[in-house]
């Protein structure tokens, strides 16, 4: 029997076969994919990777729906699923991979991408369903409404693209919101520097009106190199210039 879809973890699954072939066509597995999917659910997007051949790993927090997929390990070779929550879960037993793929629940969409920048080296690219105003915020710019945090920090670590929009009528149930199936292909650049990045980006939208040599006191020097990057407000700064400057305070210490 098929356990009523809950709630609490976010169950709303894909029935729509047509929006299933085309969020597969975007992932595109080879048989010599190593691929991740997290929240396999009743396996709309699983099904069809498997049957590509891929080498599979899954990580399930409903329980019932972990045991469903960890009894048919042996059908598939390379495919298993791991009963944990991906939020907590340390995903380096199934890394490095070449696609991380999800239909994720709404309210952990934001620890997903905390997540994903923290493995970055180690997955090639990303192609993940999140709410509509959730991706418009991963690529939203200097000036835009939705310019945030995650905003920054996505275009540092990822070059994220959006794919195509997700009506609720392909879920059941259907959600309240649209969804957005969107790609990150992640960037190897050095990651020494991440934690202060993190830091850094964080604390100035803490104060996102002040100016940054306000908001960042912590981190000013008044010999700054770049004075007029400094007098700018959190929401004013292009990814890149955090970047710049975060280089410019880790140089200094
Ligand atoms: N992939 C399926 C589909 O597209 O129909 C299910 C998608 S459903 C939106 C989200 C899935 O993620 C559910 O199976 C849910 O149980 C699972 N899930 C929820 N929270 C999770 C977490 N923290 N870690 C892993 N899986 C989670």
């Excluded at 356990?3 to 729509?16: E, I, R, V, Y």
């Excluded at 929009?165 to 650049?189: E, I, Y």
């Excluded at 007098?231 to 975060?246: C, F, N, Q, S, V």
Aim: aromatic share 10%; glycine share 4%; charged share 25%.
């Amino acid at each position: 029997m098929i356990p009523l879809a809950k709630k609490s973890l976010g169950q709303n699954f894909l029935t729509d076969k047509p929006m299933i072939g085309k969020i597969m066509e975007a992932v595109s597995p080879k048989k010599e994919s190593i691929i991740l999917e997290i929240g396999p659910g009743r396996g709309a997007l699983t099904l069809p990777l498997l049957e590509s051949g891929c080498r599979l790993s899954c990580i399930e927090l409903d329980r019932v729906l972990a045991e469903h997929w960890r009894s048919r390990e042996a059908l598939y070779p390379g495919f298993r699923c791991i009963e944990g929550d991906a939020v907590k879960l340390d995903w380096s037993p199934y890394l490095p991979c070449d696609i991380c793929v999800g239909n994720i629940p709404y309210h952990i969409s934001r620890p997903l991408m905390y997540k994903f920048f923290s493995y970055r080296r180690a997955i090639k690219e990303a192609v993940i369903m999140v709410q509509k105003e959730f991706a418009e915020k991963l690529l939203a710019s200097p000036g835009d409404k939705a310019y945030g945090i995650v905003s920054v920090l996505t275009q540092c670590f990822c070059d994220p693209r959006y794919l195509f929009s997700v009506p609720p009528s392909v879920f059941s149930p259907p959600p309240k919101v649209t969804s957005a199936c969107v790609r990150l292909t992640f960037k190897r650049t050095d990651t020494e520097n991440d934690a202060l990045l993190i830091r850094l980006v964080q604390t100035a939208f803490a104060q996102r009106r002040k100016v940054l040599t306000n908001s960042l006191k912590e981190f000013y020097d008044k010999d700054a190199n770049d004075r007029e990057l400094w007098l700018k407000r959190a929401d004013g700064l292009r990814p890149e210039e955090y970047l710049a400057l975060t280089r410019e305070i880790a140089a200094r210490s």
